[in-house]
């Protein structure tokens, strides 16, 4: 098995994690071959695999989601179209392995391994992501162009996250193995030179909205003594349509009776970063007794579903 060339670890994350790109040449070529377009366009016609198909057709773009068939392949044009297939690590030991290969970060970041299998032409057009990303070059060449812009306006209407305006500033062609990596909100477009396939290895970034919206779903599972609305002393007020003090007082009150602990905390996010793709689903194994359970895990070892 090759071996990996990756950057040292600690100079990565001191110099370039959430500060500027890097361009690796050959970090990874170990995955060069793990996929190719055979198997991208078997996974995307899985009903279990989260997959699109996108196609440029000069200014226009169109998205559809899979699962697809071989008819839809068979509609397909010589150029500019990509199948893009989300949660890799999932289905794939390839992908997992890849993501592996980035441990250094905390798996606590870490959230899926997406990859694209892309015609001649073939790209998303010109974007940028929220979060951190490493794009490895599985086959064939890639046109990277990237920008530091602070315009991220996106086209309205657009079936896609696509930069109105797009200025670039640097460019590579990447060859098989080559690591691309760049920091959130780096403004990138990545057409295909020939056939290729690219894997996307992303870091889950939630934003505080998010986290403060999945906190109080969790608050709000916990809450045991669900007390209602109570007003045995109603009185007719002079406008139906007005909410009266009392009312605001009351529920004022109510929601002013949340408290949570640091346990809390901690059992919520625990819960949110190990909760598994909407596309997963799970086997129940067949009955075992600790014993053979024992014996099987002395004979084959453990690994992640």
């Known amino acids: 098995m090759m071996k990996d ?35 991208m366009l078997a996974l995307a016609r899985r009903d279990d695999v989260e997959s699109r198909l996108i196609v440029r057709n000069r200014a226009q773009w169109h998205v559809a989601s899979g699962p ?12 500019n179209w990509t199948i893009l297939i989300n949660g890799l690590e999932t289905v794939l030991p390839a992908a997992r392995e890849l993501q592996d ?42 046109r990277w162009q990237i920008s530091a812009q602070r315009d991220l306006t ?10 109105r305006h797009f200025d670039a500033q640097r460019e590579w062609t990447v060859e098989p193995g080559d690591l691309l990596y760049l920091p959130p909100r780096y403004a990138h477009d990545g057409v295909a030179l020939t056939e290729c ?16 919206e999945r906190f109080l779903y969790y608050l709000r599972d916990q809450e045991r003594d ?3 609305y109570r007003d045995p002393r109603l009185k007719p007020q002079a406008h139906a349509a007005a909410i009266h003090p009392d009312m605001l007082a009351q529920v004022t009150r109510m929601i002013g009776t949340l408290r949570w ?18 596309t997963v689903t799970f086997t129940r194994p067949r009955a075992m ?5 024992a014996q099987r895990l002395a004979r084959h070892g453990a690994r992640l579903a």
Not at 26 to 35: E, K, Q, S, Y
Not at 68 to 79: E, I, S
Not at 154 to 163: E, F, N
Not at 261 to 278: M, N, Q, S, V
Request: proline share 8%.
């Open 5 to 39: 060339n990756l950057p040292d670890p600690r100079k990565f994350l001191a110099q370039h994690w959430q500060k500027r790109p890097l361009l690796a040449r050959n970090a990874l070529a170990r995955f060069a071959g793990a996929l190719d377009r055979t198997r």
């Open 68 to 79: 697809f068939t071989p008819r839809d392949y068979a509609r397909l044009p010589a150029r």
């Open 101 to 142: 290969a980035f441990r250094f970060v905390p798996y606590a970041r870490h959230d899926d391994v997406m990859a694209s299998y892309a015609a001649p032409g073939g790209g998303v057009g010109p974007h940028f992501d929220s979060y951190d990303v490493c794009l490895v070059q599985g086959g064939g060449r890639r």
């Open 154 to 163: 996106l086209v309205a209407g657009a079936p896609l996250r696509i930069l």
């Open 197 to 212: 396939v690219t894997w996307s290895v992303g870091f889950r970034a939630p934003s505080r909205r998010d986290m403060i």
């Open 226 to 228: 669900d007390a209602m």
């Open 261 to 278: 602990r640091k346990t809390d905390i901690e059992r919520c996010l625990g819960e949110y970063l190990t909760e598994p793709r909407a």
């Open 289 to 293: 007794t600790s014993a053979q359970f």
